[in-house]
């Protein structure tokens, strides 16, 4: 089908265009058509539509400008409603759109069709009504350079193509024209408050308050530094619980006491150990703890018994290490182990109540935060005569569709101005003197992923606000350190993501976010930044029917084991085809309770391990990172388990070939990463920053608590 095009300038009309028959979902408004006498009914001229004339084709055809759907033939009243049917998943297709896809395939014009054409849910768990799917429509092209709204962002002229190519995706790590076959049950929007700036900036800077007082408590009480990470993951472990209503803070939690903040802290007791190399660090190592364990017993309140264990085998230890001078550093690692284990269960009794303490006044100084935020946020929306008295939408028949953003009910109030400017290949964002940063790469990313996510914004005016607030909160959810936090965010490569897809089908992500998706289609930790980029929300409150899911949650120990709950729940209530593909390290001494429960998992189809140091991760700072840091070796195996329930493993069965292709993924990564490593000699790249936030959880992991 010709296109159609509208404006005055041919360099707007290539970046503008759009062909009847075509539908170009959350588009920057195309400058205006011509018109004719408009004949049609007020339902439709209400919905959108106008009946406009093609001079190129010398007929009429019908634009709709509120979604940028055209036709030849005159529309049905609700084919397409974009607010309660945001993918069109329920408009039945008529001859006028078949003639189209037809005219379409004539011209040669190759459109991807959707993998959710193949899903046909059946059964009688539920009334289910057909999900019908419209005609394959052309979507915009995660490589084809950006619309000219982004470019007038960025200051860039449309009509300078050779600065507008360079805004391209140079490297692009996301398929962005896969679509769901994640089916659910329609859902109504969420009532969670939408985001402001002014909110984000002081929930900002009170989790900084927050890790401060962190930091302040370990050093006062216990005389450690914070254990590395230990906060992030007490942020992932406190959501698994939490019944607050603030995104990021945890405000209503049982129990109060955080079981990953307390045994983190419990293995740093009396001193944090680390990995040895030398016979010197070894036998310090040795004298350091022996001395730390005496002075912690001193100084607390412990029975006479545990003060005449702990003095008795330190003073042996004293002696040894006086005595021996041809030790080895297995010898005193040896001795290290068992002065460990003789003084350890009195060490963590003397100080359990201390640590105990630390845990419950950090929750309760989120509690607090958290309520400041709320009261602030509230009041925000009450001056803009915004209430969040939200109507419960009326009961309706159980109607399945192919799963969509997460919407908010709450509308949002009008948004401030924020600055931007562009370094190099680095866009910032700048509110109220804060600055978010993201590559050039990443931006284009989130403008596409607005474009298909967003229904609340066409004129793309809260896209830059949405941008601070969205990449505030990941910076502060993982601390502002360099790359503090990139581990827990670590993604796998692009070459495995093509690999499940084209093998078993896998089209959404259920631990990702819109900075390192490979889907457009995703769940991830913050439901109101996220849902206007694509988001569907925390994994534990999604529950699809049916689809296929790639599962790689942060490593915390809570949070993988909820997951595994979760999707055992899901594969068991449903009769459709259901298949999680889920990545959890290997730890093995001791195994994580969600590892030993999902390999005895009456679920599990298949199990596939990758060995350490020979499969890799994407970093978890790729939006900001360099090119060759963009990957990282794993430091432990990883475990790949197949969950699916009958009707998934008939359709998506992990067979020999299948899981060989996918291996060989693995492979082909490894062979890019290595000729991308031959080219960098930094010895201070985030790839290292990664390898030792991953090796400092393995080693949390390898010791035993106290």
Not at 425 to 437: D, I, L, P
Not at 530 to 557: Q, V
Not at 654 to 681: F, I, M
Request: glycine residues 4%.
């Amino acid at each position: 089908m010709a296109n159609e095009n509208h404006g005055s300038s041919r360099e707007d009309a290539a970046l503008m265009s759009h062909s009847p028959g075509t539908s170009h979902q959350n588009q920057p408004s195309s400058p205006k058509p011509v018109r004719v006498v408009q004949d049609l009914p007020d339902e439709l001229v209400q919905a959108g539509w106008e009946k406009c004339w093609s001079k190129r084709e010398s007929r009429p055809y019908y634009f709709n400008r509120f979604t940028n759907q055209s036709l030849w033939e005159m529309p049905l009243l609700g084919q397409h409603d974009v607010i309660s049917d945001p993918l069109g998943l329920n408009a039945a297709p008529g001859p006028a759109e078949t003639a189209v896809g037809d005219a379409a395939s004539a011209e040669g014009k190759l459109r991807k069709r959707r993998l959710s054409e193949e899903v046909q849910p059946s059964g009688n768990s539920v009334k289910k009504p057909k999900v019908d799917i419209p005609p394959a429509q052309p979507t915009p092209n995660s490589s084809s350079t950006p619309g000219t709204p982004l470019l007038k962002l960025l200051g860039v002229s449309p009509e300078d193509k050779q600065q507008a190519a360079l805004l391209r995706p140079t490297e692009v790590y996301w398929d962005l024209d896969i679509q769901t076959n994640a089916v659910i049950k329609q859902h109504p929007p969420s009532k969670v408050l939408p985001p402001h700036p002014d909110v984000e900036l002081l929930r900002s800077q009170l989790m900084l308050k927050l890790r401060q007082h962190y930091r302040e408590l370990c050093q006062q009480r216990e005389g450690i530094d914070p254990p590395r990470e230990s906060f992030n993951r007490w942020m992932l472990e406190r959501k698994v619980v939490d019944k607050g209503t603030d995104p990021l803070l945890p405000s209503d939690c049982d129990p109060v006491v955080s079981p990953s903040m307390f045994r983190e802290i419990m293995n740093d007791i009396p001193i944090r150990l680390s990995r040895i190399k030398f016979r010197e660090e070894a036998k310090k190592l040795l004298f350091k703890y022996a001395e730390a364990a005496k002075r912690l017993i001193e100084s607390r309140s412990a029975s006479p018994e545990s003060r005449k264990v702990v003095k008795w085998n330190v003073e042996d230890t004293f002696s040894w290490l006086r005595r021996d001078h041809l030790a080895s550093k297995e010898d005193y690692m040896d001795r290290l182990e068992h002065l460990r284990k003789q003084c350890g269960p009195h060490v963590s009794a003397a100080a359990k109540d201390s640590v105990e303490g630390i845990c419950s006044k950090i929750y309760h100084i989120s509690l607090e935060y958290a309520k400041r935020i709320g009261e602030k946020h509230l009041a925000l929306l009450k001056e803009h005569g915004i209430s969040t008295e939200v109507e419960a939408p009326p009961e309706v028949e159980d109607r399945l569709v192919y799963c969509f953003p997460a919407r908010l009910a709450i509308p949002s109030p009008p948004l401030p101005n924020v600055e931007m400017h562009v370094e190099n290949n680095v866009v910032c964002v700048r509110y109220k003197g804060e600055m978010v940063k993201v590559s050039r790469n990443y931006f284009s990313k989130l403008w596409l992923l607005y474009r298909y996510s967003c229904i609340d914004d066409p004129g793309f005016e809260r896209f830059l606000l949405r941008v601070w607030c969205l990449l505030r909160r990941y910076q502060m959810m993982f601390g502002v350190g360099l790359y503090e936090g990139t581990g827990l965010q670590g993604a796998l490569p692009v070459h495995v993501f093509e690999a499940l897809h084209r093998l078993f089908g896998v089209s959404f992500e259920c631990f990702a976010s819109p900075l390192n998706c490979y889907f457009k289609q995703y769940c991830s930790a913050f439901l109101d930044t996220d849902g206007y980029f694509g988001s569907r929300g925390p994994c534990l409150d999604f529950s699809p029917i049916s689809g296929s899911f790639e599962a790689n949650p942060p490593f915390c120990e809570e949070l993988m084991d909820a997951m595994v709950t979760h999707f055992e729940k899901l594969l068991e209530s449903s009769s459709e085809p259901l298949c999680f593909i889920v990545f959890l390290p290997e730890w093995r001494d001791p195994p994580t309770p969600a590892l030993t429960r999902i390999e005895q998992s009456k679920f599990k189809r298949h199990q596939l391990i990758l060995p350490a140091f020979d499969h890799e991760y994407r970093s978890g700072s790729q939006h900001v990172c360099k090119k060759e840091e963009m990957y990282y070796k794993a430091v432990h195996n990883t475990a790949v388990i197949f969950l699916q329930n009958d009707a998934g493993f008939a359709k998506w069965e992990p067979t020999a070939e299948r899981l060989q292709d996918l291996v060989t993924a693995y492979k082909h990564t490894g062979r890019a990463l290595a000729a991308s490593s031959s080219s960098s000699s930094s010895s201070t790249s985030a790839a290292d920053n990664d390898r030792e936030t991953v090796r400092e959880q393995s080693t949390s992991r390898e010791s035993t608590p106290n």
